[in-house]
Structure formats: structure tokens, C-alpha cells
């Protein structure tokens, strides 16, 4: 019970923390340049197998095309989320919808209270890098527009760090 309160408080400070910074970011930008953002994501670099290397865009944040579940999703690395967090359109993208969701948790975001479901994503991959079996929370679309790549996938790494505007994840 205390992981499920802690793991919701988490994804709670994370949401209502990072939402507010994304809509104003995407009020300042053209309507254009928002769709076509997530094209122009640089893949991740890798030094050596097991590792990958993203740089900080101009805000400062790590986003990359990530595969979950064999598919691309575009995603930004959050270390102060609990979990990876996925909207219900990528939930549903990636296989899980309909009655396999529980909507049985809530979560108070930017946006207000939502419901949020639990699932289990087969597979999480950035360029070698690779966890399986990672645990994700879904929330209602209109609560998250983004997916958030939390601790639920960094904390199976053997480390990752930031240097000089880049991210560091290496494999175990």
C-alpha cells in the first residue's frame, strides 16, 4: 500500500510540475513547429553497446524517440517521475485499451483529478539500451499530452547521468 501511495505521489508531483512548463512552451511556438517537433528528434548517440547519449534541447530536457513495446514514442526523460507515464491514446497505440484498463487510481494534476490505470510495458528500449518489463501508469489524455520516461525505467539502468548537457544511460 505505502509503494502505491508513494509511486502515485510521485507521478502526481511530476505531472503537475512538468504540464504547466510544457503548455506555456508550446504557447510560445507556432503551431507548425509543435507538430513538427517530434520529426526532428535526434536519435540517441551511442559510445559503446548498452549505452546511449542524448543531448538537452533547448529547454533543457531530454527527449528522444524511444521503442515501447516495439513501437516509437516520442518521450522525455523525467527523473522526478515514479513511473514512465502514458497518455491513453499511446496506451491504446501500444496495445493495451478497452476493458484492459483500470482507471481505478486517481491523480490530481495541473489539469485537476483524473483517473490513471496501471499497466506493464513488455519492453523499453533507446537506442541498445533495453529494460523489459517496466511498470507504467496511463492517464487520461486530457491530463497528459506527453510520455514521461521516469524512475520506473532508469532506476532498472546501471546508471545514468548528466555531463555537460547530456545524458548518460548505460545498459547493466
Known amino acids: 500500500m505505502l509503494m502505491r501511495v508513494l509511486v502515485f505521489a510521485g507521478l502526481t508531483a511530476v505531472v503537475a510540475t512538468q504540464v504547466p512548463a510544457y503548455l506555456q512552451s508550446m504557447a ?70 478497452g476493458q484492459g484498463l483500470d482507471f481505478k487510481y486517481k491523480v490530481t494534476t495541473a489539469n485537476g483529478t483524473t483517473a490513471a490505470a496501471r499497466v506493464v510495458l513488455d519492453r523499453v528500449e533507446l537506442g541498445s539500451v533495453r529494460v523489459e518489463d517496466v511498470e507504467a501508469m496511463v492517464l487520461r489524455d486530457k491530463a497528459l499530452s506527453d510520455t514521461l520516461i521516469g524512475m520506473s525505467f532508469l532506476s532498472r539502468l546501471g546508471s545514468y547521468k548528466v555531463e555537460a548537457g547530456r545524458l548518460k544511460l548505460s545498459q547493466k
Open 28 to 97: 510560445r511556438q507556432e503551431p507548425a513547429a509543435a507538430v513538427a517537433q517530434p520529426a526532428n528528434l535526434a536519435p540517441p548517440m551511442a559510445s559503446m553497446p548498452g549505452q546511449a547519449i542524448l543531448n538537452a534541447d533547448n529547454r533543457g530536457h531530454f527527449t528522444a524517440s524511444f521503442r515501447i513495446n516495439g513501437k516509437s514514442v516520442e518521450a522525455m526523460i523525467d527523473t522526478g517521475a515514479t513511473s514512465v507515464a502514458i497518455n491513453e491514446t499511446t496506451a491504446r497505440r501500444l496495445g493495451f485499451g
